[in-house]
C-alpha cells in the first residue's frame, strides 16, 4: 500500500522560496501512469489544488500559482517537490502531497500524506 | 471562497441517514464526475467515492454519492461515531483547467 509524507520546514519567512519534498513508500513514483499533486489548506478554509507532475516528469500547475511554482521527480529518492517562490503570508497553510488518478474525465486522488503546516512570516 | 458550494455543518443521530450536498457550476459538476473525500484533521484525507458514484476497495456500502444537473450529494445511511468528520466534494474544472474542491463540511454524530 502506497504511503505518502510530506517534508518541509515550518517557518519560511517572506520572500523566500518555500521547498516541500514528498517521499513515496510502497510503490515507485515512475510506475503507474500517476499524478503525483500537492494540495493545501488555509487556516480555517478548504482545500486548494496547487498541481501535480505527472510520472514521466510533465509538471501541470494552478494557474492562480503558475508564476511561482515548480515541481519535479527525484526517481533515485522515489520523492518529489514542490518550490513555491515568493511567498506572502497568503501562503500559510497545511501542505498536503496526494496521488493522483486519471480516469478521464475525472482525476481524484487515492493517496494522500498527512500533511505538514507551512507558516509565512517575518 | 470555494468554487463548489457545501453546507458547512451537518449532523445526525446514530443510525440515521444524512445526506451532504455539493453544489456547482456547468464547467465543473455539470459535466464531469464529482469525487468525496472524507478528513479528520491531523490525519491524511481519505478517498470516499470517486467517479460521482464508485467506492474504492474498503469504503462501506453504506456511503454512497450521486449527481443531478449541477449538484451532487454524498449520503451516509447507518451513521456512526466514527463517521464525525469533514467531508469535502471536488471536481475538474474545465474553465479553470484544474481541479476545485468545496469548502467542506462538518458532520457531528450527535
Known amino acids: 500500500q502506497v504511503q505518502l509524507q510530506e517534508s518541509g520546514p515550518g517557518l519560511v519567512k517572506p520572500p523566500q522560496t518555500l521547498s516541500l519534498t514528498c517521499s513515496v513508500t510502497?510503490?515507485?513514483?515512475?510506475?503507474?501512469?500517476?499524478?503525483w499533486s500537492w494540495i493545501r489548506q488555509h487556516p480555517g478554509k478548504g482545500l486548494e489544488w496547487i498541481g501535480y507532475?505527472?510520472?514521466?516528469?510533465?509538471?501541470y500547475y494552478n494557474s492562480s500559482l503558475k508564476s511561482r511554482l515548480s515541481m519535479s521527480l527525484d526517481k533515485s529518492k522515489n520523492r518529489f517537490s514542490l518550490n513555491l517562490s515568493s511567498v506572502t503570508a497568503a501562503d500559510t497553510a497545511v501542505y498536503y502531497c496526494?496521488?493522483?488518478?486519471?480516469?478521464?474525465?475525472?482525476?481524484?486522488?487515492?493517496?494522500w500524506g498527512q500533511g505538514t503546516l507551512i507558516t509565512a512570516s517575518s | 471562497q470555494s468554487l463548489l458550494t457545501q453546507p458547512p455543518s451537518a449532523s445526525g443521530t446514530p443510525g440515521q441517514r444524512i445526506t451532504i450536498s455539493c453544489s456547482g457550476t456547468?464547467?465543473?459538476?455539470?459535466?464531469?464526475?464529482v469525487n468525496w473525500y472524507q478528513h479528520l484533521p491531523g490525519t491524511a484525507p481519505k478517498l470516499l467515492i470517486h467517479?460521482?458514484?464508485k467506492r474504492p476497495a474498503g469504503v462501506p456500502d453504506r456511503i454512497s454519492g450521486s449527481k443531478s444537473g449541477t449538484s451532487a450529494s454524498l449520503a451516509v445511511s447507518g451513521l456512526q461515531s466514527e463517521d464525525e468528520a469533514d467531508y469535502y466534494c471536488?471536481?475538474?474544472?474545465?474553465?479553470?483547467?484544474?481541479?476545485?474542491f468545496g469548502g467542506g463540511t462538518k458532520l457531528t454524530v450527535l
Open positions: 510502497g510503490g515507485a513514483i515512475t510506475s503507474g501512469g500517476y499524478y
Open positions: 496526494a496521488r493522483g488518478v486519471a480516469r478521464p474525465p475525472t482525476y481524484f486522488f487515492d493517496a
Open positions: 507532475i505527472y510520472f514521466t516528469g510533465s509538471p
Open positions: 471536488a471536481a475538474w474544472d474545465d474553465s479553470l483547467n484544474g481541479v476545485v
Open positions: 456547468r464547467s465543473n459538476i455539470g459535466h464531469n464526475p
Open positions: 467517479t460521482t458514484d
